[in-house]
């Protein structure tokens, strides 16, 4: 299974909306599909030039490694050597800050990934989670485990 194109950009739609309702930096969101392939991207105007990459590169890492953007981070944070080897031998499509979250349908299937950039990183993901519950699908961030 796979991300529709559909779903796809009524994520990054809601993310949009999201950020303007809460004001936020301008932000570029990405969505892949579970093998990494870009369905959508939609950088706003304003948006820095790096911005693309950035977001695909969140949703990139999480499939990738097929871990969690706060996992990611927490192994980044224990062993950087190794993080920094992952980054290179990924093209540098692998950050350790949240942004990238995985799309699951209601049965916990993977769909894909979005990552979205260009404010903090925790706002970043806020924006990517309202778009995926927006599509009637399911966010995975890592912060639910923090949260039991």
Known sequence: MSITLAK????????????????????TLAVLDPGGTLVVLAREDGAGLLR????????????????????????????????TSVAALAGGRVLSVPGGV???????????????TGDTSLNDERAAVAGIRAAGLVPE???EEADE
């Open 52 to 83: 693309p990459d950035i977001a695909v590169a969140k949703a990139w890492g999480v499939l990738g490694l097929g871990i969690n953007n706060r996992e990611i981070g927490r192994r980044a944070a224990a062993a950087p050597e190794f993080f």
């Open 141 to 143: 961030t890592g912060a």
């Open 102 to 116: 995985f799309v699951r349908d209601e049965e916990g299937r993977l769909l894909g990934a979005v990552g979205a």
């Open 8 to 27: 796809a950009n009524r994520i990054v739609q809601a993310g949009l909306d999201f950020a303007r309702e809460e004001n936020l930096e301008p932000l």
